[in-house]
């Protein structure tokens, strides 16, 4: 069955810093790639998608771009700030938008 | 434009009891899937429905939980003589009817989840 791998947290970085969170997929057919944000005591929050290969995603800062050669939809932002603090979920979906699959979760902070 | 709505957010109960949780979803969303997620961990599919039925359940504890999604009113999760380890996060999310093929247009917008804590 389809699969989602992120890297295990907590990442911890200082304000400004470069972040990258890993997140790698198994999948049959073309999946699309979600990248979801759950801040403390709310629920999961779209924060950008793909659905095709080489398509790049990107919202408030953040990048990621689907490489089906390597399977990975990894998670990019070129200078953290406090307030992005939270659990970053990567996610997938199947060739007909259903079956959604969640990583694990990887929880950021972010310090001053 | 209202969005996915869940009530309530916190339950309390004892053990024993029963709870009900409520997820109305969005507006022209007729797929609803429930999620769990335990203190410090990812989520885990429960359940996933359109309206009068169970797609997928293979996510569901084989005893004590049930779910449902009505043709009028919100999708029901229940769970029947709550032990400890039922307490969680509850998270429910809906999405559009998927097309008939290839789409991958398909968000999964969440509500703010209910809290289940037992005594």
């Known amino acids: 069955g389809n699969s989602v791998t992120q890297m295990e947290g907590p990442v911890t970085l200082s304000e400004e810093a470069f972040l990258t969170i890993n997140c790698t997929y198994t999948?049959?057919?073309?999946?699309?790639l979600f990248w979801y944000v759950q801040y403390p005591g709310e629920g999961l929050q779209l924060l950008l998608k793909a659905t095709k290969a080489d398509d790049k995603g990107s919202n408030k800062g953040f990048e990621a771009t689907y490489r089906k050669e390597t399977t990975s939809f990894h998670l990019e932002k070129g200078s953290v700030q406090v307030s992005d603090s939270a659990v970053y979920f990567c996610a997938l979906s199947d060739n007909y938008g259903q079956n959604f699959v969640f990583g694990p979760g990887t929880r950021l902070s972010v310090l001053p | 434009n209202a969005g996915v709505m869940q009530n309530p957010r916190h339950l309390v109960r004892r053990r024993g009891q029963e709870a009900r949780l409520r997820c109305s979803p969005m507006?022209?969303?007729?797929?609803v899937y429930w999620y769990r997620q335990l203190p410090e961990e990812g989520l885990k599919f429960m359940v996933y429905l359109q309206k009068e039925n169970i797609i997928d359940e293979s996510g569901m504890p084989k005893e004590r939980f049930s779910a449902e999604f009505p043709k009028e009113g919100p999708s029901i999760l229940r769970i029947q003589q709550v032990v400890r380890g039922d307490s969680a996060a509850y998270f429910c999310?809906?999405?559009?009817?998927?097309?008939?093929?290839?789409?991958?247009?398909?968000?999964?917008?969440f509500g703010a989840g209910s809290r289940l804590t037992v005594l």
């Open positions: 999948a049959t057919g073309y999946p699309s």
């Open positions: 999310a809906s999405s559009p009817r998927p097309s008939g093929g290839p789409s991958g247009a398909n968000v999964l917008t």
């Open positions: 507006k022209g969303h007729s797929h």
